[in-house]
């Protein structure tokens, strides 16, 4: 057992050598009886942080208890489920119908726009009429 090994066991399982690995035990103890005035000092503190531990409430083992508790907290929504989606939609709806829209009031300066106008307003002939023979 290497000093830099006991420490690190030390420091990991605590004071108490029932907690320490079982394959390692033996080694440890041992380590520690050679040197008892390097340990001592290591020793001592890790059983004070050992006993506040132990002093420590034990966690809540129900988990649906305490999701129960969490979600009870929570603030409500201010709308319901159904608005959020409905608002989308109606969005989508208002923009696809503004965009083919435009197409009908603005005003042609020229033939391009003319062309461009026709093309994709729908109102007056289909597009597919506008293509001609070659569709």
């Given at each position: 057992m290497t000093e830099e090994r006991f420490?690190?066991?030390l420091e990991a399982y605590g004071a108490d050598p029932a907690h320490w690995p079982?394959?390692?035990?033996e080694a440890a103890q041992?380590?520690?009886l050679a040197r008892p005035e390097l340990?001592?000092?290591a020793t001592s503190d890790e059983m004070v942080l050992d006993e506040l531990l132990d002093r420590m409430i034990e966690p809540v083992a129900d988990t649906?208890?305490?999701e129960r508790r969490v979600l009870a907290r929570l603030?409500?929504?201010?709308?319901?489920d159904w608005m959020a989606p409905s608002a989308v939609a109606a969005a989508l709806v208002l923009g696809v119908c503004l965009g083919f829209a435009s197409g009908a009031v603005t005003v042609p300066q020229d033939d391009m726009?003319?062309?461009y106008a026709d093309a994709f307003t729908g109102y007056e002939q289909d597009w597919?009429?506008?293509l001609g023979d070659d569709a």
């Open positions: 420490f690190r066991i079982a394959d390692e035990r041992g380590f520690a340990v001592a000092v649906a208890l305490l603030p409500r929504p201010a709308m319901p726009d003319t062309i597919v009429d506008w």
